[in-house]
């Protein structure tokens, strides 16, 4: 959704192919990339063809970038997109790896997530990560997400399968 949402330390905001070098930065990481379901992108023109496909005024995609104001660089975007055959949120958010352990995502996404509960019904959000990733399964329980159930998810590419953990908060 083209929205702007401002935290103590972060704008959160639409991400356009002007932000493609930012955006590279953590997406050509692979530690960064270890547990997404999309692939380690292998260059920035990739990168670009990404961010050419997304609808920014998509009204069920709430997926936003991260602006540090501090420094005023991108450093990770995230957010909820609705899932209506289920009647849930699904949470999705990656970061630059110089800026993990300082709670920027659980302060975006609980920035996104009010702002959208002021607009639209939210019954539940649900997050899957691989049980080996333990950082996002403490991102899920600080912001209120318990266990739901196990699950197993494979990359995009095939190139791996991960034993997951899906995680629920419900309003």
């Known amino acids: 959704m083209n929205v702007t949402i401002e935290t103590e330390r972060l704008l959160i905001r639409p991400v356009t192919v002007s932000d493609a070098e930012e955006i590279y930065k953590w997406a050509s990481d692979p ?21 050419e496909s997304l609808d920014i005024n998509d009204e069920d995609s709430y997926d936003l970038g991260f602006v540090y104001k501090e420094t005023g660089q991108l450093i990770g975007m995230g957010g909820i997109v609705y899932r209506k055959e289920d009647d849930r949120w699904v949470i999705g958010y990656n970061l630059r790896k110089d800026h993990w352990g300082r709670g920027i995502v659980v302060e975006a996404l609980n920035a996104i997530i009010d702002h959208v509960r002021k607009h639209r ?11 080996e990733n333990t950082k996002s399964k403490r991102v899920m329980e600080k912001l209120g997400m318990h266990f739901l159930k196990d699950s197993e998810y494979t990359k995009l590419d095939n190139s791996a399968t991960f034993k997951a953990n899906i995680y629920i908060k419900e309003y």
């Open 121 to 131: 019904e939210i019954k539940a959000i649900v997050g899957q990560f691989a049980i």
């Open 31 to 51: 530690d960064v990339t270890k547990y997404m379901i999309y692939g380690t992108h292998p260059n920035i023109e990739h990168t670009r063809q990404w961010l």
